[in-house]
C-alpha cells in the first residue's frame, strides 16, 4: 500500500500535503517523493489557473483524489495529458456548473422558478454568521454560475483566485450589503439570503437552453403554458 498523504489545513501548513502515519524507512522515502507529487500536483492546478475552469463539484473530486493518493507520478507526460484532458472537458465542467446552481437553489420563494431560471431568485445561505461572513460554499456555486455567464458570452473564464465571488460578497458584507457586477446584482440581507437579479436575459436564456439539453423530461412547462 501506498503511505498516505493528507492535504494538512493547519495554521502552519495551510493546505499543505504532509505525511501520516508510522513507516518503514523505504516507506517513508517513497511517501516523501508521493508528497511531493502530491504537492507539484496541487501547485500546477493553483497557478495555472486551471482550477477557475473547474465546477466545485470538480474541484472537490480533484481534492479527494489527491488525499486518496490518487494520482500519476508527476512527470512531463502526465502533466501534459491531465491538462490538456481538462482543457478538453472545459465544455462539459461549465454546463455542470449551470446545473449544479439550479439544483442547490431554495424552492421556498414565490420568486424562483422551479421549472427554468428566472430574472430574479433567491439564494438561502449566502453569508453565515448573522449575516457577516460569505458561505464558501454558496461563493463556490455562484463562481460557477459566472463562470457559465463568461463563456456563453463569448469572453475568456475568470480567474477565480482573483475575482471570486467570496470576495465580491465579502466587500459587500462590509460595506453596502450589495454586489452588483456585470451580469447580476445582489441584495444581502442580515437573516443570511440573498436577493439576486439577472442583467442579461439573452444568457438567462442559453443557460435555460442547457438545463433543457440535459433534462428534456424535467423540467415542467412553464406556468403560462399550462393555463
Aim: with cysteine.
Amino acid at each position: 500500500a501506498h503511505p498516505r498523504v493528507c492535504i494538512d489545513q493547519s495554521w502552519q501548513l495551510r493546505g499543505g500535503v504532509s505525511l501520516i502515519g508510522e513507516r518503514s524507512l523505504e516507506e517513508r522515502a517513497e511517501g516523501v517523493r508521493r508528497v511531493v507529487d502530491a504537492s507539484g500536483w496541487l501547485y500546477l492546478m493553483r497557478e495555472s489557473g486551471m482550477q477557475s475552469l473547474m465546477d466545485h463539484g470538480a474541484r472537490e473530486s480533484w481534492r479527494s483524489k489527491i488525499e486518496r493518493g490518487e494520482f500519476p507520478p508527476l512527470t512531463p507526460e502526465n502533466i501534459a495529458s491531465t491538462f490538456e484532458a481538462l482543457h478538453d472537458a472545459r465544455a462539459v465542467m461549465f454546463e455542470r456548473g449551470v446545473i449544479a446552481c439550479f439544483r442547490h437553489i431554495s424552492w421556498r420563494y414565490k420568486t424562483n422558478q422551479p421549472q427554468a431560471f428566472g430574472k430574479r431568485l433567491i439564494v438561502s445561505g449566502i453569508s453565515e454568521w448573522h449575516g457577516t461572513h460569505p458561505s464558501p460554499r454558496r461563493a463556490d456555486e455562484l463562481d460557477d454560475l459566472m463562470r457559465v455567464f463568461y463563456v456563453l458570452d463569448g469572453r475568456p473564464e475568470p480567474d477565480m483566485r482573483q475575482q471570486g465571488m467570496n470576495a465580491q460578497i465579502g466587500e459587500g458584507l462590509r460595506s453596502t450589503r450589495s454586489v452588483d457586477n456585470q451580469y447580476l446584482s445582489i441584495r444581502l440581507y442580515r437573516n443570511g439570503n440573498g436577493h439576486v437579479t439577472f442583467k442579461r436575459l439573452d444568457l438567462v436564456d442559453k443557460m435555460n437552453r442547457i438545463l433543457a439539453k440535459h433534462h428534456p423530461n424535467a423540467l415542467p412547462a412553464p406556468r403560462d403554458a399550462r393555463r
